[in-house]
Antibody
Framework: QMQLQESGPGLVKPSQTLSLTCTVS??????????WTWIRQHPGKDLEWIGH???????YYNPSLKSRVIVSIDTSKNQFSLKLNSVTAADTAMYYC??????????????????WGQGTMVTVSS | DIQMTQSPSSLSASVGDRVTITCRASQSITTFLNWYQQKPGKAPKLLIQAASSLQSGVPSRFSGSGSGTDFTLTITSLQPEDFATYYCQQSYNTPWTFGQGTRVEFK
Protein backbone atom coordinates (compact mmCIF):
# COMPACT_ATOMS: atom_id res chain seq x y z
CA GLN A 1 0.00 0.00 0.00
CA MET A 2 1.55 3.22 -1.15
CA GLN A 3 2.34 5.92 1.40
CA LEU A 4 3.64 9.45 1.05
CA GLN A 5 5.62 11.33 3.68
CA GLU A 6 6.63 14.99 3.67
CA SER A 7 9.84 16.25 5.27
CA GLY A 8 11.57 19.58 5.61
CA PRO A 9 11.99 22.61 7.87
CA GLY A 10 8.97 23.81 9.80
CA LEU A 11 10.21 27.39 9.99
CA VAL A 12 11.42 29.54 7.13
CA LYS A 13 12.48 33.19 7.25
CA PRO A 14 10.77 35.75 5.02
CA SER A 15 12.37 36.15 1.58
CA GLN A 16 14.07 32.75 1.85
CA THR A 17 13.27 29.49 0.06
CA LEU A 18 10.89 26.86 1.39
CA SER A 19 12.13 23.36 0.54
CA LEU A 20 10.16 20.17 1.11
CA THR A 21 10.60 16.56 0.04
CA CYS A 22 7.99 13.86 -0.34
CA THR A 23 9.16 10.27 -0.02
CA VAL A 24 7.00 7.64 -1.70
CA SER A 25 6.97 4.12 -0.26
CA UNK A 26 5.08 0.98 -1.19
CA UNK A 27 5.21 1.60 -4.92
CA UNK A 28 7.21 3.20 -7.71
CA UNK A 29 7.15 6.87 -8.53
CA UNK A 30 7.94 5.88 -12.15
CA UNK A 31 4.29 4.98 -12.83
CA UNK A 32 3.00 7.20 -15.60
CA UNK A 33 -0.58 6.85 -14.38
CA UNK A 34 0.06 9.42 -11.68
CA UNK A 35 1.01 13.03 -11.20
CA TRP A 36 3.00 13.77 -8.06
CA THR A 37 1.45 16.80 -6.49
CA TRP A 38 1.89 19.51 -3.89
CA ILE A 39 -1.12 21.09 -2.19
CA ARG A 40 -1.21 23.53 0.69
CA GLN A 41 -3.84 24.50 3.21
CA HIS A 42 -3.80 27.87 4.87
CA PRO A 43 -4.77 28.08 8.56
CA GLY A 44 -8.19 29.41 7.55
CA LYS A 45 -8.85 26.06 5.80
CA ASP A 46 -8.60 26.88 2.05
CA LEU A 47 -6.92 24.20 -0.04
CA GLU A 48 -4.65 25.40 -2.86
CA TRP A 49 -3.13 23.21 -5.57
CA ILE A 50 0.51 24.24 -6.06
CA GLY A 51 1.60 22.04 -8.93
CA HIS A 52 2.57 18.57 -10.07
CA UNK A 53 5.21 16.55 -11.84
CA UNK A 54 5.24 13.40 -13.94
CA UNK A 55 7.87 10.69 -13.60
CA UNK A 56 9.34 12.00 -16.87
CA UNK A 57 9.93 15.39 -15.25
CA UNK A 58 7.11 17.26 -16.96
CA UNK A 59 5.61 19.87 -14.65
CA TYR A 60 2.59 22.11 -14.36
CA TYR A 61 2.23 24.87 -11.81
CA ASN A 62 -0.57 27.00 -10.48
CA PRO A 63 -0.19 30.32 -12.38
CA SER A 64 -0.63 32.17 -9.09
CA LEU A 65 2.64 30.66 -7.81
CA LYS A 66 4.41 29.76 -11.02
CA SER A 67 7.08 32.48 -10.81
CA ARG A 68 8.25 31.18 -7.40
CA VAL A 69 7.80 27.39 -7.62
CA ILE A 70 9.93 24.51 -8.76
CA VAL A 71 8.85 20.88 -8.40
CA SER A 72 11.46 18.25 -9.14
CA ILE A 73 11.63 14.46 -9.04
CA ASP A 74 14.31 11.93 -8.18
CA THR A 75 13.15 8.54 -9.41
CA SER A 76 16.24 6.80 -8.00
CA LYS A 77 15.18 7.83 -4.50
CA ASN A 78 11.42 7.59 -5.12
CA GLN A 79 11.10 11.19 -4.03
CA PHE A 80 9.79 14.46 -5.37
CA SER A 81 10.42 17.92 -4.01
CA LEU A 82 9.02 21.42 -3.75
CA LYS A 83 10.93 24.67 -3.72
CA LEU A 84 9.08 27.93 -3.15
CA ASN A 85 11.23 31.02 -3.15
CA SER A 86 10.81 34.55 -1.81
CA VAL A 87 8.38 33.38 0.85
CA THR A 88 6.21 35.72 2.92
CA ALA A 89 3.82 35.21 5.83
CA ALA A 90 1.14 34.41 3.25
CA ASP A 91 3.00 31.17 2.52
CA THR A 92 2.46 29.93 6.07
CA ALA A 93 0.40 26.78 5.62
CA MET A 94 0.16 23.04 5.98
CA TYR A 95 1.87 21.52 2.95
CA TYR A 96 0.71 18.17 1.63
CA CYS A 97 2.16 15.93 -1.02
CA UNK A 98 -0.39 13.81 -2.81
CA UNK A 99 -0.80 11.33 -5.62
CA UNK A 100 -3.00 12.52 -8.46
CA UNK A 101 -4.49 9.47 -10.13
CA UNK A 102 -4.92 10.50 -13.76
CA UNK A 103 -7.45 7.81 -14.66
CA UNK A 104 -10.54 6.52 -12.89
CA UNK A 105 -11.41 2.87 -12.30
CA UNK A 106 -12.96 2.64 -15.79
CA UNK A 107 -9.80 3.95 -17.43
CA UNK A 108 -11.18 7.36 -18.31
CA UNK A 109 -9.00 10.41 -17.80
CA UNK A 110 -10.26 11.86 -14.55
CA UNK A 111 -7.84 13.26 -12.01
CA UNK A 112 -8.33 12.87 -8.27
CA UNK A 113 -6.05 13.02 -5.25
CA UNK A 114 -6.34 9.48 -3.98
CA UNK A 115 -3.36 9.26 -1.62
CA TRP A 116 -2.08 12.05 0.62
CA GLY A 117 0.83 12.49 2.95
CA GLN A 118 0.08 13.46 6.54
CA GLY A 119 1.16 17.04 5.87
CA THR A 120 3.86 19.25 7.30
CA MET A 121 3.27 22.69 8.80
CA VAL A 122 5.52 25.45 7.50
CA THR A 123 5.61 28.81 9.22
CA VAL A 124 7.21 31.84 7.62
CA SER A 125 8.55 34.10 10.33
CA SER A 126 11.71 35.90 11.27
CA ASP B 1 -9.43 29.71 -12.93
CA ILE B 2 -12.65 27.82 -12.21
CA GLN B 3 -14.21 29.00 -8.95
CA MET B 4 -15.88 26.42 -6.73
CA THR B 5 -18.48 27.60 -4.23
CA GLN B 6 -19.89 25.36 -1.53
CA SER B 7 -22.97 25.87 0.57
CA PRO B 8 -23.52 26.00 3.39
CA SER B 9 -20.16 26.89 4.94
CA SER B 10 -21.19 24.98 8.03
CA LEU B 11 -24.16 23.03 9.30
CA SER B 12 -25.27 21.43 12.54
CA ALA B 13 -26.78 17.98 12.44
CA SER B 14 -27.54 14.98 14.61
CA VAL B 15 -26.65 11.33 14.24
CA GLY B 16 -29.09 9.75 11.80
CA ASP B 17 -29.85 12.97 9.94
CA ARG B 18 -29.76 13.25 6.17
CA VAL B 19 -27.18 15.86 5.16
CA THR B 20 -26.84 17.58 1.80
CA ILE B 21 -23.92 19.75 0.73
CA THR B 22 -23.93 21.72 -2.51
CA CYS B 23 -21.04 22.69 -4.74
CA ARG B 24 -21.33 25.08 -7.68
CA ALA B 25 -18.71 25.65 -10.37
CA SER B 26 -18.22 28.99 -12.12
CA GLN B 27 -18.44 27.21 -15.50
CA SER B 28 -19.48 23.80 -16.71
CA ILE B 29 -17.12 21.05 -15.56
CA THR B 30 -19.31 18.18 -16.84
CA THR B 31 -18.67 15.50 -14.18
CA PHE B 32 -15.04 16.37 -13.36
CA LEU B 33 -15.85 16.83 -9.70
CA ASN B 34 -14.40 15.10 -6.63
CA TRP B 35 -15.41 15.16 -2.96
CA TYR B 36 -13.08 14.88 0.03
CA GLN B 37 -13.56 14.50 3.75
CA GLN B 38 -11.12 16.05 6.20
CA LYS B 39 -11.00 15.44 9.93
CA PRO B 40 -9.08 17.72 12.31
CA GLY B 41 -5.34 17.22 12.12
CA LYS B 42 -5.62 14.84 9.17
CA ALA B 43 -5.14 15.06 5.43
CA PRO B 44 -8.20 15.10 3.20
CA LYS B 45 -9.54 11.72 2.12
CA LEU B 46 -11.05 11.06 -1.30
CA LEU B 47 -14.70 10.01 -1.01
CA ILE B 48 -16.18 10.40 -4.47
CA GLN B 49 -14.65 10.98 -7.91
CA ALA B 50 -16.27 11.84 -11.21
CA ALA B 51 -19.23 13.37 -9.38
CA SER B 52 -20.83 10.07 -8.37
CA SER B 53 -18.28 7.25 -8.22
CA LEU B 54 -17.76 6.10 -4.65
CA GLN B 55 -14.14 5.41 -3.77
CA SER B 56 -13.40 1.85 -2.62
CA GLY B 57 -14.02 1.43 1.12
CA VAL B 58 -16.25 4.49 1.47
CA PRO B 59 -19.59 3.68 3.14
CA SER B 60 -22.64 3.57 0.88
CA ARG B 61 -24.40 6.23 2.96
CA PHE B 62 -22.27 8.71 0.99
CA SER B 63 -23.41 9.58 -2.51
CA GLY B 64 -22.70 12.26 -5.08
CA SER B 65 -24.71 13.62 -7.95
CA GLY B 66 -24.77 16.41 -10.48
CA SER B 67 -23.20 17.55 -13.71
CA GLY B 68 -22.40 20.78 -15.45
CA THR B 69 -22.17 23.41 -12.72
CA ASP B 70 -24.22 22.04 -9.82
CA PHE B 71 -23.28 19.11 -7.62
CA THR B 72 -24.44 17.54 -4.40
CA LEU B 73 -22.88 15.36 -1.73
CA THR B 74 -25.43 13.51 0.37
CA ILE B 75 -24.97 11.55 3.57
CA THR B 76 -28.16 9.56 4.09
CA SER B 77 -27.79 8.75 7.79
CA LEU B 78 -25.09 10.75 9.54
CA GLN B 79 -22.80 8.70 11.75
CA PRO B 80 -20.54 9.99 14.58
CA GLU B 81 -17.44 9.47 12.43
CA ASP B 82 -18.89 11.70 9.67
CA PHE B 83 -18.48 14.93 11.61
CA ALA B 84 -15.78 16.58 9.52
CA THR B 85 -15.19 19.18 6.83
CA TYR B 86 -16.08 18.32 3.25
CA TYR B 87 -14.49 19.82 0.13
CA CYS B 88 -15.37 19.65 -3.52
CA GLN B 89 -12.64 19.91 -6.16
CA GLN B 90 -12.80 20.31 -9.92
CA SER B 91 -10.48 18.39 -12.23
CA TYR B 92 -11.80 19.82 -15.50
CA ASN B 93 -9.09 22.43 -16.04
CA THR B 94 -5.80 23.21 -14.39
CA PRO B 95 -5.21 24.81 -12.01
CA TRP B 96 -7.30 22.30 -10.07
CA THR B 97 -9.37 24.24 -7.53
CA PHE B 98 -11.26 23.43 -4.35
CA GLY B 99 -14.38 24.74 -2.70
CA GLN B 100 -13.99 26.57 0.57
CA GLY B 101 -15.28 23.63 2.58
CA THR B 102 -18.41 22.74 4.53
CA ARG B 103 -18.02 21.92 8.20
CA VAL B 104 -20.50 19.37 9.55
CA GLU B 105 -20.87 19.88 13.28
CA PHE B 106 -22.75 18.06 16.01
CA LYS B 107 -26.04 19.71 16.90
Amino acid sequence: QMQLQESGPGLVKPSQTLSLTCTVSGGSIRNGAYYWTWIRQHPGKDLEWIGHILHSGGTYYNPSLKSRVIVSIDTSKNQFSLKLNSVTAADTAMYYCARDARYDSRGYAHDSFDIWGQGTMVTVSS
Amino acid sequence: DIQMTQSPSSLSASVGDRVTITCRASQSITTFLNWYQQKPGKAPKLLIQAASSLQSGVPSRFSGSGSGTDFTLTITSLQPEDFATYYCQQSYNTPWTFGQGTRVEFK
